[in-house]
């Protein structure tokens, strides 16, 4: 029974997907209902086994794997050893992961519901389904698997997802400009992550979860070794989880349809790599270095992230540049030796903030814009709905008590602060900024004064006005996501709360959290600074519209320039990689097939030329030829019967 | 599943299939240019039938050669006809029909001269079959040679760019490479013990001294080497692949360049295994050279069809690196990629070779937007793609892991550098996607139809088999490793 709900969350939005394709052109009008009926059928399949499973704290639930290849070597870098292992495939459940798919599959429902609304103008909307139950395949995939190998290999496949999905619409050339990006810079990871595979698998002979324990890390490689594949695994996970400086392909993600930044590019996907993290903590944890690494990229990734939100006027940037933040806290979080609270913190930001990038979503597809100014002229703050659901959002995103952001966050800060004040003041710095760029967001929207005759909010309220044909179905499928969403950003946060004994700490294995009545009031301090910024500097908003397009200082401009980390990579391909190529490329065609290949041919025909020139057609030549040559064998006749 | 031991000939069928066609096709006059397509059609699948029934019936858990057939031609000489199928040459068989079968269903829209083309096709693939067939090495170097001289005249009259000359380094370098193999045999039979062409009977009787190894070995490797695209011998092959015509493309860069690493595998490292491991480190670097040095080089390509033929020099590089770890895994790695690269190129080609067609270029600045325009070719061209890039759940991910995963346990620093192509492989195949298939419809195309179902199915095929490999592997591995084991003698 177990095991056949599980195939069903892995196979289902496969079936989906490879079902869409076949279908004939004038059938493909279900896609978006077989799209909603695969990943229902895989969220209740998930409810149902964790409902069967949770609270048994401990004991993986089922671990089911067939051999899938193997290898063997004679003695191998870097250890020496002969190795002959099978590779595995299977599942491996334990409530790690069983808390992971059922927030994967729940949230990935409410995307395709809410992309129902978002995408039925679109043509391309059979292929839009297609491609997200392909996603939804391959992260279950992901978080399912049994081993490392495995987990590898759908996370190449959530990046193929991720690709397709950026550039879903791919005449525009920033959306496939932005595909590319991701691949290639998740790739860049992922050599590492591969090179880090490839080591311990040597080493230890097995790739399974359940082996990869701290103590058999630490005892079959050594501490060297142990830290050089913890951190070779970690690259992979910066790719992924979009850790500086590989954070650069998150923000222009955002040229993909919104729900599928919600669902990919915020909620689950790029959570991957935290959820790597704690899957494979023994991998990590076996050296303190690699810790410490982990912990000094997840602040730095936070720091850079929130402060580049400050500074956005697209609301998806400020919302993906927050997803960046997020993320090196729970990096933070993890390195800081507290993998349950990351883990915890993982799952109320992703239901908060695909919340947040749904709202942004219905803003948008209403006032056909992404600037926050245009949405807030346009009227936004009367539409109530995604009003209520932004307002939810960013709140429990800046950690007010009690909704869920508070609870998640507070371990964070808490672990942060056990471990040192340089981590606890990188983490507050970034609570202040994200409180601020919240809060910023709000008080446009909220403040800003509609101006009737503005560009696409006008339009859009005409629309509105002439009776826009928001039929049942649509709202719902607008309203419903939205409100769910908002409601567990409200409530999440109780799974792991101290006055609830906060289960979902406990259930992951570490201990229940304790309620500390200084931190709560740090918190609220926090957000107070955070707002009170906020409101000074925007509470007139066409001021701080003009004062953002006009500032022209060094901070300004390294903000707008984001670090110049884009630049750099930049440079490093066009200035070395492809000037190598280029030597390489030229190298081809003068040496080795100008010089060798043709050249040889030319000597050739040379020589050719040379006996041509013997055929001279005079016979006195000729003549004088052939007597040197009768001359010279007689010679050596004479001379060879002389001896 | 098991499948009963094949009572007939099994091999010399298939072998004949094409050859019997190809009689058919030579006696049908021209202007039938159905019936010498239906004919060519179904010997090819006659030999895919037969081919898949070989693998389902061989037995792959003996490592020895199984349904040997011998016919003495010139007894005095040693010279036999005699074929015989083990763990290496299974899948090349598999290979071959597959890729024919493809290539003939690719090629139905050839009006030019079409009895000639179709019959130099099979002409050309029975030559292929023998080669990989055949346990004689006279027979070899004629199947080979045989192999050789249609694929000149395919690129000759049905080529494009540049074809004469592309046509004639082709063939200068091909037979130069078999210059050097038959100079190779032809030593190998005149030493005393061996006065014999036959493989089996060479190595159980002669016993070559370390240096008279190292020598053979080398000789051998460059004659095959060449066929493999090994750098620096490359520089035919993504010549010929761009000039050469659809089908002929997808088997020259499918199957013939395979014939080179399996000749290696064959023949050199079967007949010397002490000269294959003094040179092993030589190759590796070589290897390493084909795999980052080509893919660099594909960067910076404009011809769409060039990038596939210098990613082919790259992946070919893949193979070399495999067979240069002499580790079992190397050795199925390698077979694995020439399997699986064999399928994708073919792929590849099957989809550039349509496009050129269509829109009568393949230059990545004068084609753009094309997946609005004909979204199912481009679908299929980006498989292949993915495939080249190596994503998982695709027959190169599992090839590369294998060969990865020796050549960084034998060689640390070659194997970790040639991770490198992984990167750059994304980088040129994801950029010309952008280019060819992504951004705004190019309006000179606009009227470039799409693949309709008949041309579907030999492009579905190939990423079925793809797919089907990446995701079982191991069916796969247990064909060739009981054969890769007993040649390492582990």
Redesign the interface.
Known sequence: MDLTLLWTIQLAPLAVFALIFILPKNARGIAPLLGLTGSAAAAVSALCFLLAHAGKAGQPALHYSV????????????LGKA?SGTLKAGFLLDPLNLLMITLVTVISFFVQLFSFYYMREDESRPRYFAYLSFFSFAMTGLVLASNLLQT???W??VG?AS?LLI?FW??K?S???A??KA??LN??G??GF??GI?IL??GLGTLDFTGLGKDAVLSALGPTLAMAAGLLVLTGVMGKSAQFPLHIWLPDAMEGPTPVSALIHSATMVAAGVFLLVRAYGVFSASEVTLEVILLLGCVTGLIGALLATRQRDIKKILAYSTVSQLGLMAAGVGAHAPQAAMFHLTTHAFFKSCLFLTSGAFIHRFHSNDIWTIARGGGRKDLVPMLTLTVGLLSLCGLPPLSGFFSKDLILEAAKHHGLAAFAACVAVSVLTAYYSFRLLFIVLFARPTAGHGHGHHAHGHDAGGHHEDLLGGLSRALPLLLLAALSIYAGFLGSPMTHSPILVWLGGHEAHFDPAMAVKTLVIIAVGCAIAFALHRDPDASEKKLESSKGPWAMLVDRRFFIDDAFVWVTKQV??R???F??LM?RWL??GV??NGT?YRIADLGRLAVRLQSGSLQGYLACGLAVLAVTLLWLTGGSSR | MSVPPIEFPILSTILLCPVIALLAVLLTPGRYTTAIKLVSLVASAATLVLSIWLCLAFNAKDPSFQYIERLDWVRSYGIQYANAVDGLNVAMILLTAIVIFCGILVSWGVTYRTKDFFANMLFLVAGVFGVFMTTNLFFFFLFYEVAVIPMYLLIVIWGSTNKQYAAMKLTLYLLLGSALMFAGFLYIYSLPDARTFDLLAIKQQVTFSPMVQNILYISLFVGFGVLAACFPFHVWSPDGHVAAPTAASMLHAGVLMKLGAFGILRIGVYLFPDGARFWAPTIAVLALCNIVYGAMVATQQRDLKYIIGYSSVSHMGIVLLGIATMTVSGFNGALFQMFSHGIMTALFFACVGFIYDGCHTRMLDELGGLSKTAPRISAFFIIAGLCGLGLPGMGSFVAELLVTVAAIGTYPVIGITSLLALLVTAYYVLSAVQKVFYGPENHHHKDFKDINGFQFIPRAVLVGCLIFFGVFPQIFLDWVNASTRALLGA
């Open positions: 051999d899938w290849l193997t290898i063997d070597l004679p003695a191998a870098w870097p190795v590898f290999m759908f190449e496949l193929l690709y550039g791919y005449t050339p959306a496939a400009q595909a590319r691949f290639v790739r860049l992922d050599l591969y090179l490839v698998f040597v990689g492809l190598i190529a280029s390489f490329d081809d080795v097939n060798l290949v041919s």
